[in-house]
Structures are given as C-alpha cells and as structure tokens.
C-alpha cells in the first residue's frame, strides 16, 4: 500500500504528464493550423499568378481582336482565334467563379459561323471589367496579405503549381 507521499508524488506526476500531453497536443494544433494558413497564402499566390497572366493575356487579346472588330466587325474569328478565346473564357470563368456577370458568358459554340470579331471584343471587355472587380475586392492584392506571406517567410518567387490545373478536366467541345 502506498504511503500518502508516494500518493502524493504519483498524483503530481500524472499531473505533470497531463499537463505535458496537453501542451504537446496544442503544440501540434498550433502547428497544423500554421501549416494550414501557410498552404492558404500559397494558394492566395497561385490566385495572383493566374490573374497577372490573364490581365496580360487580356489586354493583348482585347487590343488585337478590337482593331480587327474596327476594320471588319462583320467577318468571323478564325478557327485559332476561337481556341484561344475559349480556352481564355474557360481560365477567367474559373478564376472569377462567384462574378455575376461573368458567370454568364459563355465559351463561343463552334458549331457553324465562326462568332464575329465585335461579340469577340463584347466578351473580352466584360472579362476584362470582371478582372477590374476581381482586383478591388480580393484579398490577395491587399497590403496584409502581403505583409503575412512575408511574415510566414514564403518565397513570392518559387515556383508553384498552375493555379489552372485544378480546374475540372472536362472540356467544352467548343474549345476542342
């Protein structure tokens, strides 16, 4: 039969290891949940790498596809021009999921005509106002997201994943 010291002394050391336990398991909670937000910053990255590329991509496709639509509105895109515009709708359609007014377009239907080069620049211009309203409110062009990827120490420069390849892997046969 232990004496009350010995009690005494088991009952502190299971304390004590409680009190291990629980600090080793917050420990692990703190860490996970560091790891977690770290890996939310990275996708917050790969958000701003697909707009950068879609903002170039737009401006070079909205500039060429208008002075085609100002000398000849009438005349449809090639079949190339077409690839290029629905594989550029399919990206910003993705990227801007939740904007009413993109949620709308539709990638162009290659099935006869070729669409016109001005409904071409109608959709490029309402992709392009719909990145204008992306940038506005998204956190990731903010000053604290920022100042919290440089607190966790990412690298704005590593390579990451393609923000595009998570997109679903069904294709439009329009853009096939």
Do not use: W
Request: charged share 40%; aromatic share 8%; proline share 3%.
């Amino acid at each position: 039969m232990p004496t009350p010291q010995e009690k005494a002394a088991q009952t502190k050391e299971r304390k004590r290891q409680e009190a291990e336990r629980i600090r080793l398991e917050e420990e692990q909670r703190e860490l996970a949940e560091q790891q977690e937000r770290e890996e939310e910053l990275r996708q917050g990255l790969r958000v701003k790498q697909a707009y950068n590329m879609l903002l170039s991509e737009v401006t070079g496709l909205y500039d060429e596809m208008d002075k085609l639509a100002k000398k000849v509105p009438n005349e449809p895109v090639t079949n190339l021009q077409l690839r290029v515009l629905n594989s550029f709708v399919t990206k910003a359609k993705f990227l801007l999921s939740g904007d009413t007014i993109i949620d709308e377009v539709e990638v162009f239907v290659a099935a006869g005509d070729n669409p016109e080069y001005r409904d071409a620049v109608t959709v490029l211009r309402q992709i392009r106002q719909g990145l204008e309203r992306f940038k506005a409110k998204d956190f990731v062009f903010t000053e604290s997201f920022r100042k919290e990827v440089l607190g966790y120490e990412i690298d704005v420069e590593e390579e990451l994943s393609d923000y595009f390849a998570d997109m679903s892997d069904s294709k439009d046969d329009a853009t096939e």
